[in-house]
T-cell receptor
Framework: RKEVEQDPGPFNVPEGATVAFNCTYS??????FFWYRQDCRKEPKLLMS???SGNEDGRFTAQLNRASQYISLLIRDSKLSDSATYLC??????????FGKGTHLIIQP | SAVISQKPSRDICQRGTSLTIQCQVD?????MFWYRQQPGQSLTLIAT?????????ESGFVIDKFPISRPNLTFSTLTVSNMSPEDSSIYLC???????????FGPGTRLTVL
C-alpha cells in the first residue's frame, strides 16, 4: 500500500463550483498534515496546514480524520486561478514529508 | 517564510559527470532537506542535510551518489554524482524552522542528463 494516496484526476470543474479532494495516509504515527499547491514547472507552495479540529482559510477548508486516516481539502467558489496540482503531505518516521502524487484540478470558465 | 534560492536553476549534463546544486536561505533555519521530483511524479525525500554532520539518507539513496554538505545554518549543497539519464529530474531543497513541521521549498533545479 502506498504511504500517501490521492486521486490524480484531473478534476474538471466549472468556475464558481465547489470541489473537494481526499488524501489517505498509511502511517498512523503521522502527526502533521499539509496541503501544497504546485503550478506547472514551479515548486510546491504551502496552501495550508491541516489541524485536528479542521481549519478554514478564505475559500479553502481542510479537515483531518485520524480514525480513517485521511485529510480533505474543500475549495468553494472556485476561480480560474485555482487550476493547479494539489499535493497532500504528511510527516512520517523521518523529519521530512511524504507526499502524495497530487490531484490535478482544472477550473473551466 | 524564509526566502530560498537555488543555483543553478537548470542544467543539461552529460552522463558520467557530476553536478553540484546550491541552496541558500536568507535566515537561519533548523532543518534543510533535499527532494527529487521525477517527471510526472510527486516529491521524494532524498535526505536531511544536517549541519556539521553527515546527512541522513532515505531508503534508496546513498551518500556516494548524492553527497550533501551543510556547513552552516543557511546553506547546503547536493551533488548528483556519475549521472545517468535516470537522474533527470527536478531537485528541490526545503527548509523548516524551529517549532513547526511546515516546510518551504526553493524554486528547484531542473536537471537533464543526456
Amino acid at each position: 500500500r502506498k504511504e500517501v494516496e490521492q486521486d490524480p484526476g484531473p478534476f474538471n470543474v466549472p468556475e464558481g463550483a465547489t470541489v473537494a479532494f481526499n488524501c489517505t495516509y498509511s502511517n498512523s504515527a503521522s502527526q502533521s498534515f499539509f496541503w501544497y499547491r504546485q503550478d506547472c514547472r514551479k515548486e510546491p507552495k504551502l496552501l495550508m496546514s491541516v489541524y485536528s479540529s479542521g481549519n478554514e482559510d478564505g475559500r479553502f477548508t481542510a479537515q483531518l480524520n485520524r480514525a480513517s486516516q485521511y485529510i480533505s481539502l474543500l475549495i468553494r467558489d472556485s476561480k480560474l486561478s485555482d487550476s493547479a496540482t494539489y499535493l497532500c503531505a504528511v510527516t512520517g518516521g523521518a523529519d521530512g514529508l511524504t507526499f502524495g502524487k497530487g490531484t490535478h484540478l482544472i477550473i473551466q470558465p | 517564510s524564509a526566502v530560498i534560492s537555488q543555483k543553478p536553476s537548470r542544467d543539461i549534463c552529460q552522463r558520467g559527470t557530476s553536478l553540484t546544486i546550491q541552496c541558500q536561505v536568507d535566515s537561519q533555519v533548523t532543518m534543510m532537506f533535499w527532494y527529487r521530483q521525477q517527471p510526472g511524479q510527486s516529491l521524494t525525500l532524498i535526505a536531511t542535510a544536517n549541519q556539521g554532520s553527515e546527512a541522513t539518507y532515505e531508503s534508496g539513496f546513498v551518500i556516494d551518489k548524492f553527497p550533501i554538505s551543510r556547513p552552516n545554518l543557511t546553506f547546503s549543497t547536493l551533488t548528483v554524482s556519475n549521472m545517468s539519464p535516470e537522474d533527470s529530474s527536478i531537485y528541490l531543497c526545503s527548509v523548516r524552522t524551529s517549532g513547526t513541521y511546515t516546510q518551504y521549498f526553493g524554486p528547484g533545479t531542473r536537471l537533464t542528463v543526456l
